[in-house]
Nanobody, 126 residues
Framework: QVQLVESGGGLVQAGGSLRLSCAAS????????MGWFRQAPGKEREFVAA????????YYAEFAKGRFTIARDNTKNTLYLQMNNLKPEDTAEYYC???????????????????WGQGTQVTVSS
């Protein structure tokens, strides 16, 4: 098992920035690929971004391109999501996810990941 703990969420005004972190512990070899998802009230959980073990490969949802940046520091077993120019529609619970398999361009489904954090709330006011 790998444990994932998110932090860094909060309330921010539109146009502002937040940096989410996700600390991994336990069997961290299962964090070959990692990603961020989000879920707004009444909506399904959706893919935000994913990153390979080396960080060379990254994939983003269309809404995240140009505004969000995913990164990881394997020496600290930590995943990050830098979010800039936030919009009210970015309001959601953000979840960190990990999988033991390598990353592919198609690795964007909830079912592709086998470990999840508890989430951190991001609220963007207009």
């Amino acid at each position: 098992q790998v444990q994932l703990v998110e932090s860094g969420g909060g309330l921010v005004q539109a146009g502002g920035s937040l940096r989410l972190s996700c600390a991994a512990s336990g069997r961290t070899f299962r964090t070959n690929s990692m990603g961020w998802f989000r879920q707004a009230p009444g909506k399904e959980r959706e893919f935000v971004a994913a990153i390979s073990w080396t960080g060379v490969m990254t994939y983003y949802a269309e809404f995240a391109k140009g505004r969000f940046t995913i990164a990881r520091d394997n020496t600290k077993n930590t995943l990050y999501l830098q979010m800039n120019n936030l919009k009210p529609e970015d309001t959601a619970e953000y979840y960190c996810a990990a999988r033991s398999l390598s990353l592919r361009e198609s690795t964007t489904l909830v079912s592709d990941f086998d470990s999840w954090g508890q989430g951190t709330q991001v609220t963007v006011s207009s």
